[in-house]
């Protein structure tokens, strides 16, 4: 269900995410300190217990934005079924699966905690660790297949939130103080150390000046009495996605007007230009972006035996 390719909906998903996993760090991170609340006498219990609880809700609504606005945007290749039944993307399957699985398990301990008084407290105590499968989950989805996992600034706050929960997690258990401190700074480095080594990616270009793309896409006619308006449009997929879309009216024996139009995403850039050459199965033109840079670009396809096509796009300052 794609609805839209707007920027805004696709820095919505990601903020969305990145908000809902401090939040979800963060009532962790709370939860343990309840758990000692012996040495946190002096906070006053609205500091602890009723944040978390309040922090548990934000996740759960920021979450929500997250999987909607993924789901309605054509930038990201998911369907409805692919982000709800976990592994079945075919977008890196185990790290999004991860997320979904993390997800689903947070909906289902809201549950619980929306019954607690109804159920055993014990089951209720039980269910309640699974918070922190909840937050592993979010943190390997996160790191493997964020958009933005290897920007510096996210893996600190990765490395950072993993050392905090390990480390109140190990001075929960061992009650010594340099060991939690160990534990904390090992979870930093490991955290740190996928994201920026086998987990790293190479970040998209953005309106990038030279690209070469797969390109799919349909010639569309519309025939009049005296002009006819040949269009192709299509999609560009590779290191910088495109959409573009070519347009030529013919008058007999000549071609008339061309307009040339290729967006850029995820920015949503729209470079704009005409046609310069025009053969069977190819064209070339050039376009403008909105800050004033130019893009040649030249397109070469031929028939996927289903009324479609199949080739390449190339662009050069």
């Known amino acids: 269900m794609h609805l839209t390719a707007s920027p805004a909906d696709w820095y919505a998903a990601r903020a969305a995410g990145i908000v809902a996993y401090l939040l979800l760090s963060g009532a962790v991170a709370l939860g343990l300190a309840l758990a000692g609340r012996r040495q946190l006498q002096r906070w006053p219990r609205f500091a602890l217990e009723d944040v978390h609880r309040f922090a548990g809700l934000l996740v759960g609504a920021f979450v929500t934005v997250h999987v909607v606005t ?10 409805i079924g692919q982000l709800i039944v976990p592994f079945t993307s075919a977008y890196r399957p ?8 993390a997800a689903e398990l947070l909906l289902a301990l809201a549950i619980t905690n929306h019954y607690r008084r109804r159920i055993p407290y014990r089951f209720w105590r039980r269910a309640h660790y699974a918070n922190f499968g909840v937050w592993i989950g979010a943190t390997v989805h996160g790191v493997g297949s964020g958009t933005d996992r290897s920007a510096p600034w996210l893996v600190a706050v990765y490395a950072l939130a993993a050392g905090a929960v390990a480390g109140l997690i190990a001075f929960r258990g061992l009650r010594m103080r340099p060991a939690a401190i160990a534990v904390g700074l090992g979870g930093v480095v490991l955290v740190a150390g996928l994201a920026l080594g086998p987990l790293h990616i190479r970040k998209r270009p953005w309106n990038a000046r030279l690209f070469h793309d797969r390109l799919t896409g349909r010639i569309v006619s519309q025939s009049g009495v005296t002009r006819a308006i040949v269009s192709m449009a299509g999609e560009g997929r590779g290191l910088q996605r495109v959409l573009v879309r070519a347009d030529l009216l013919l008058a007999p024996r000549r071609i008339d007007r061309t307009a040339l139009q290729l967006e850029f995403l995820p920015s949503g850039e729209i470079c704009r230009g005409t046609v310069t050459a025009a053969h069977a199965f190819s064209f070339g033109g050039s376009c403008r972006l909105p800050d004033g840079t130019s893009r040649f670009v030249s397109a070469s396809w031929h028939g996927d035996g289903a009324g479609g096509l199949v080739g390449t796009i190339d662009a050069h300052a």
């Not at 993924?70 to 369907?79: E, G, R, T």
């Not at 185990?94 to 699985?101: K, M, T």
């Open 70 to 79: 993924i789901a309605i945007d054509s930038f990201l290749p998911f369907s």
């Open 94 to 101: 185990l790290f999004v699966g991860l997320g979904i699985l």
